[in-house]
């Protein structure tokens, strides 16, 4: 009977038949492929309180609040250095171009950051300067340009141009430096929580309105010249005047919510444990697994993705490709198409992109609104039908722009060529609903792609970056349409 029992003794798993330990494996290999479980190697990382990530996704309203300027006001700006309103749109491929390389590589290093700073703050804090280099340069450009040996007259202004440029490139970058290492933070902190991590994506897309409604509705003011008297030179108008304004606010307050972010949370370096704290990919060695080159990394990673991973990106790059024209030309289409305006003549261009300005700041008081609920939506629907019904809504709205373009076109303006007020509120209500859709797009796929790339062991700031793939490849074919 002792015989018959010994075999069955020895077959415990962790044991060799002969006694011995077994043989070490691979790291970040299992048994037929798959990966180890993360629980066994790792203790569960300690509960964060939501206030603390509440306090985290904060540096979302100083990013936004400069995105929210560089939409409103860019496009018409971009015209006024003397580049025309067809190529407008290949300047905006700046954004797709840099988002194609940059979050990728960022979130591919600030997953394997050793930095005594912790992983993802060193690169909120460059992303955070970047962005203050280049609103200075955009705001600057024609001051600059002027220095550099623009004439005072003419309609273009190339060495401005040049100097906007670049100061527009690096604001992208600065941009998906910021926000692709604050979101993994997010997903760090939230651990295997998928509802935390649904309100850690709310709370930044609560941050993203309340910077766009700071943003829109400081664009919308054509008076920041007056309090700030200085920005006007005889190279900057007032318009620009008010453009470089608006910019030294983004920089103050994103200093502020800056600093607020990063001293919220102790990242433990990575070298100092072997466990990395608040984080869902569990151990150092998984996270360092392999020392492949990073593109060869990010194009094998798209192997091990699943097919929920997928539909989650699909569907991500299909809803992008509906949001892009109208984020890249919400303001002029109030300007050129509501009210009939020319950015080089008189001031009914200028008085639509100011009313298209505050019909964002609209669509991003709904847009802080939803976010509040999305959460309780997403408990009492699924996090999937309140992304198909959001798309949906954001379907209809586009549909009523196209209904309220041709109604403007074929109606007869009053003696002063300004459109009645029928038509100015209907675009204000279609801007105003596209806030609900908008706070959807900025925070379940996050929160999707989020907990369901932990299987697979890809890191957070990796898994960021592969979603940024699905925004920025159809937005960059786009562009190059429109």
Not at 373 to 378: G, H, N, Q
Request: hydrophobic share 45%; glycine share 10%; net charge positive.
């Amino acid at each position: 009977m002792e015989r018959e029992k010994r075999p069955l003794k020895e077959t415990v798993p962790g044991r060799h038949r002969s006694g011995a330990p077994p043989p070490p494996r691979v790291p970040g290999r299992h048994r037929g492929g798959a990966a180890p479980p993360v629980a066994a190697l790792a203790p569960p990382p300690p509960r964060v309180p939501l206030r603390q990530l509440f306090r985290v996704a904060s540096v979302a309203c100083g990013v936004q609040f400069g995105w929210a300027l560089q939409l409103s006001l860019l496009t018409p700006y971009v015209q006024e250095l003397g580049i025309p309103h067809a190529f407008a749109s290949l300047v905006w491929l700046c954004g797709p171009l840099s988002g194609l390389i940059v979050q990728p590589l960022i979130g591919h290093l600030s997953d394997r950051s050793t930095s005594s700073f912790g992983r993802r703050r060193p690169y909120i804090v460059g992303g955070a300067a970047t962005i203050g280099l280049s609103v200075l340069l955009v705001g600057h450009s024609a001051d600059l340009g002027r220095l550099l040996g623009d004439p005072p007259a003419g309609s273009r202004h190339p060495r401005a141009i040049a100097v906007y440029l670049l100061g527009f490139w690096l604001l992208d970058v600065g941009n998906n430096t910021t926000q692709g290492p604050c979101r993994a933070l997010l997903a760090d902190l939230a651990g295997k929580d998928h509802r935390r991590t649904r309100i850690a994506n709310a709370y930044f897309s609560l941050f993203m309105a309340l910077g766009n409604i700071l943003g829109f509705a400081t664009g919308s003011y054509s008076g920041w010249f007056t309090i700030l008297p200085f920005t006007v030179t005889s190279a900057c108008s007032i318009n620009c005047a008010n453009l470089k304004s608006a910019f030294l606010l983004d920089i103050i307050l994103l200093i502020i919510t800056t600093y607020i972010s990063i001293s919220s949370v102790q990242e433990v370096p990575l070298n100092s444990s072997s466990v990395a704290p608040y984080s869902a990919e569990g151990t150092e060695e998984q996270l360092n697994h392999g020392q492949e080159a990073f593109l060869w990394e990010l194009i094998g990673s798209f192997r091990y993705l699943t097919l929920p991973v997928w539909m989650v990106l699909i569907v991500t790059a299909l809803t992008w490709i509906g949001w892009f024209p109208f984020i890249l030309f919400d303001t002029d289409w109030m300007g050129r198409e509501i009210y009939r305006g020319n950015p080089d003549e008189g001031q009914r261009y200028q008085t639509g992109v100011r009313m298209g300005a505050f019909g964002l700041m609209l669509n991003s008081v709904v847009l802080g609104f939803t976010s509040m609920v999305i959460e309780k939506m997403c408990r009492k629907l699924g996090a999937g039908l309140v992304w198909g019904i959001s798309n949906i809504l954001m379907f209809f709205c586009f549909v009523a722009m196209l209904i309220i373009s041709y109604i403007a076109k074929n109606t007869d303006y009053q003696s002063s060529g300004l459109p009645s007020v029928g038509i100015v509120v209907s675009a204000l209500i279609a801007f105003a609903i596209l806030g609900a859709p908008l706070a959807v797009t900025y925070s379940i796929p996050y929160a999707m792609i989020s907990s369901r790339i932990e299987s697979l062991r890809l890191g957070q700031g990796l898994a960021m970056g592969i979603l940024n793939l699905a925004i920025v490849i159809p937005q960059s074919k786009m562009k190059e349409e429109i």
